[in-house]
Each structure stands twice: as C-alpha cells, then as structure tokens.
Nanobody, 124 residues
Framework: VQLQAYGGGLVQARGPLRLSCAAS????????MAWFRQAPGKERELIAG????????YYADSVKDRFTISRGNAQNTVYLQMNTLKPEDTAVYYC??????????????????WGQGTQVTVSS
C-alpha cells in the first residue's frame, strides 16, 4: 500500500485546514489509519486514529475537540480536518496504515505503511 499525504500549507492561527491521505489501493479500508506529526526537535507523535471499520477513533489530548479524522466514501482516502489551529500545531504531518486491530496502536513501530509527510505551518 502506498500512501500520499497532501493538503498542508501555511495558515493563520485559529484557521482551518484539511489534510488528505490517498492510498494506492482500495484495500486501505482493511487497515487502521492514523495521523502522526513531528515538530522540529521532537519525536513523531500519534494525534488521531480510526479503526478499519470506523467504529473507534482516537485523539491526542492536544488536538481533541479541534481535529477530526474520517474516511472518504470511496474508502481509499482518509482525512484530517483541523480547526482552530494553533502555532504549536506546526509540524510535518504523516498518515500511516496499520493492520486491522481492534484498538488503535500508538507506537510508530506498529505502523507498516507511511505517507511522505506534508508540512503544516501555523502563523500567530
């Protein structure tokens, strides 16, 4: 499975932005999907995840109530709607795919497939 993340850019604080992750195969519907981010000098962290059937979602405390992860109708795209962005949200954002577990894995090492990353910069 090849993943491609796009939609990043420069946005003002409190503004919205939507990231997309397109998969090369429709089989992405069989994977748990997640968004990670990595700020300069920091480790890559899980910020949102969704199980293969969409039954469960996870959000890091830092983005809860501001970000929403969802699957597209075609099931080969995953979105991250980001609202009320803050300067501390500035990072490279990555989408990733994991096997269809019942729970959303948190570790980077649990994810088998990764997109190339898209830069999000939030200006104050």
């Amino acid at each position: 499975v090849q993943l491609q993340a796009y939609g990043g850019g420069l946005v003002q604080a409190r503004g919205p932005l939507r990231l997309s992750c397109a998969a090369s195969k429709r089989t992405v519907r069989s994977y748990n999907m997640a968004w990670f981010r990595q700020a300069p000098g920091k480790e890559r962290e899980l910020i949102a995840g969704i199980t293969w059937g969409g039954q469960r979602t996870y959000y890091a405390d830092s983005v809860k109530d501001r970000f929403t992860i969802s699957r597209g109708n075609a099931q080969n795209t995953v979105y991250l709607q980001m609202n009320t962005l803050k300067p501390e949200d500035t990072a490279v954002y990555y989408c990733a795919a994991d096997s269809p577990r019942g729970l959303i894995a948190h570790a980077v090492s649990d994810y088998e497939y990764w997109g190339q990353g898209t830069q999000v910069t939030v200006s104050s």
